[in-house]
């Protein structure tokens, strides 16, 4: 027994979160089993974050259950400028959705969205440049901080598609395959705050 | 006049109408063996449907039942279909070439039980939860060990009782989700099993015999599962029991809404007027399209859309719309839900009169 698991939506911060919550009207219908779910792994992920500084900021829009959100990455990935000119990038802001029957169906597609910034565009084989469709493995039923943990190895290339046939953007996997050894960033996630005490010298 | 051998229980197939999907490495060797035991038997099936989207290749020679040079590139489905009309010439067999998912629902309807010949989880998923529980059609389900080992298994689906999620655990839908495409248009090569044409045609067998006891006992037998291993001579039947921890809902939609409109002429709003009429008390009304109603979410694939999320498409005609005309349309008002019939026989056939 759970007990009652109160949620309160984040406030918006940005156009950004506005035009998130426009777009993806209307709120969906949950059942009691999948709406416990998404709060409690929200919740579960909310306690992590609040351990200390990371790579990411987690702001849930969904307003009276935590389906819809907006995930916003420091983590250092690539982008390419309207020159072709590619370039490290570590400002990245995605959108995620779990859909009513998020517990036997996950369609990546339908879930995630790349959403900002597209110039300069993101470049990675999993992630078109054009529509902002992520290509990531994710499981029915997987928790909130399991996707995050994902996404943020997919933005610093540890996560990637090797076939050119089946990625999104076959420039990028070109690129990788012959430029890319190493994750572009081996930053953890998720820090944990430095904590200083200073002990009182004995008088 | 024609000898015929004493088939124990063959006259439980008379007349029935029968679906194979998959016609692989056990499907290939099903319909053929299911063929062959009515033609000795000298019973007729009412209809037998085959469905599978790929084509026969050399290399099927080996595992599958197709060993003939003219079959090869040809679709399995017409290949099976032939050998199945040169053994039985009077069965009545329908093809489609085509994934599942695509399949309307309609092909499913007045089917008496489906056999799942398949490859995947995310298929069998497809076929039983999302096809056949819906329309209350048994499944024998069969699948064999990929990696060289001689094991089979066999489930059988009764609607009402445990489904096939109700054996599944996380591991199973991280298994889906492996199984997804990365490309939005694209999709996985089909799964060339390693198993042998022997393990095929032993689980072909024993489906067939699952299936018979199906057909002659009736539901009342419920959900059960068999595997074995031929290397060492083992056998494991068990009955399944319904999850109470399981993710499907276990709905079987027993109500049908006739669209009042022929596909070809009907728009969305004679589906939106077709619901209201049947749920008129019912509150706010919900609608499942079979593949979607737009190409951006939330009017995906077998997402629920309300009435008013459709007003600004409701003037579209259904043919413009991805829709084909034996496809169902769930609706859900309340506490009850109902299947829109886009082919209304009786409709089509009072416009033709007029």
Redesign the interface.
Known sequence: MTGIVTYQPDECQNAVDLLLVTQ?L?Q??Y?AVTGDFLRHSHRECAARLAEGDGLVQVVSLGRTVPWLFRLSFRTRGLARDAAGQVQPWDDHTIAL?F???Y????????MLQYVGPREPAPFHP?ICPHTG?I?L??????ELLEIVYSLHDLLRWRLR?F?E????NRDACSYGRNLVAQPTDDRPLLGRRFRLEFLESAK | MTDRLKVAGAECWAGKRLLVAGLGNIGSALVLQLARMLAEAGVELGLLRLIDRSSVAARHAVNQAYDRADEVGRPKTLAAAERVRAICPRVAVETLVADLDQAPLGWFEDIDLCFGCLDSLQAR?TLV?ERAWRLNVPVVDGGVDGGGELIGRVQTVVPGGACL?CVWG?AH??Q???E?????L?RRPPQSTAAPLLLGEAVAGAMLAEAAALLAAGPAGGSREIVFDLANGRRLESRIRRAAGC???HAVVQRRIPLGRSFGIATLADVIAAAEREFAAAGDL?FEFPRGLLDR??F?P???L?A??LLANSDRGLAELPLAPLDRIRIRGGERDAFVVLDDARAIAEELRR
């Open positions: 993806s209307p969906p219908q059942d959705r859909l009513p029957d517990l036997r169906r996950a369609q990546h597609f339908e999993n469709a290509c493995e994710i499981y029915p039923g997987e598609q076939s046939t089946d990625a999104l | 998923q939860s999620e996380v839908y991280r889906i989700a492996r997804t495409p990365c490309h939005p694209g993710r499907y809902d919900q979410p939330p995906g077998r997402r629920w309300r008013g999320d």
